[in-house]
Nanobody, 121 residues
Framework: QVQVTESGGELVQAGESLILSCAAS?????MAWFRQSPGKEREFVAV????????YYAEFAEGRFTVSRDHARNEIFLQMLNLKPEDTALYSC?????????????????WGPGTQVTVSS
């Protein structure tokens, strides 16, 4: 019965910025962001701990992306700066981490349908 919903994806030009949001219902606990483009496997982007203090990023996201948490609203966010065409993908939110392997899709119990980010040159 857990529902996970992402929002904020848009068509933007290279160099612009976006903020993605993710909310979960009931016992859902949003934790991480992944992305996937046609012909490629889903890849880890960023994760934020339960308190909002611990954060880990994929190599390509370090320095440009920032993940954060609003504990009271049970939401997480992904701020993306200086977007590049290679950032184009469907960005999905993962909830309820079951182990310590936060960068593996198999470690999460629930997923949202994703929000599309398209960056034009």
């Amino acid at each position: 019965q857990v529902q996970v919903t992402e929002s904020g994806g848009e068509l933007v030009q290279a160099g612009e910025s976006l903020i993605l949001s993710c909310a979960a219902s009931g016992n859902g606990r949003p934790m991480a962001w992944f992305r996937q483009s046609p012909g490629k496997e889903r890849e880890f982007v960023a994760v934020v701990g339960p308190t909002g203090r611990q954060k880990y990023y994929a190599e390509f996201a370090e320095g440009r992306f920032t993940v954060s948490r609003d504990h009271a609203r049970n939401e997480i966010f992904l701020q993306m700066l200086n977007l590049k065409p290679e950032d184009t993908a469907l960005y999905s939110c993962a909830a309820n981490l079951r182990n310590q392997e936060y960068n593996r899709p198999e470690s999460y119990d629930f997923w949202g349908p994703g929000t599309q980010v398209t960056v034009s040159s």
